[in-house]
């Protein structure tokens, strides 16, 4: 079925990197990794990319802007590291294969624990003012460790985060995704 919709969103938008990934993902859903690279190899002969990921914060009137594997605030690596310890501390794995299959290859050689969304999350919760919601835009589909990490920082420091990726609004509260983590 993916490989019929595939053709059918090819016809509509030619070079769309959507469709490609889409297939690519369902391949390694069914274990059938051959051919979800045969997928990327096309991708790359026929150089369609995905736009680079990135993450939005608002804290006070400023907005900040992260990207992957880069902190410009000089504040969120420092926050992260404190928080992989404490989640750790509770039993956190991070689930770097299964989240490996759903980004961009560019993105796969930078680690997962330093996705964008994740700095946005360790910065606000630097800088916001505490109980504050934590509210963050991303502009691609957030990956399963992104979203198991939000969902246990939501418990770990009781805080609400809302975070807008590319299919929709999740809002992590005690531990649990209002997505009921389908997206
Ligand atoms: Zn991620
Ligand atoms: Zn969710």
Redesign the pocket.
Known sequence: MAERVERRLAELEPGDAGDHVLLSNTYAAAGRWEDAAVVRTTMSRRRIRKPPGWSAIEVGSAVYRFVAGEDQSGEADGMLAEIMSRLAAEGYVPEVAR?LRD?EEEEKQLA?AR?S??LAVAFGLARACPGAVIRVVKNLR??T??HTMMKLISKAYRREIVLRDRSRFHTFVEGSCSCGDFW
């Open positions: 989240a980004v997962v996705h969304e994740k957030v990956c460790d992104c």
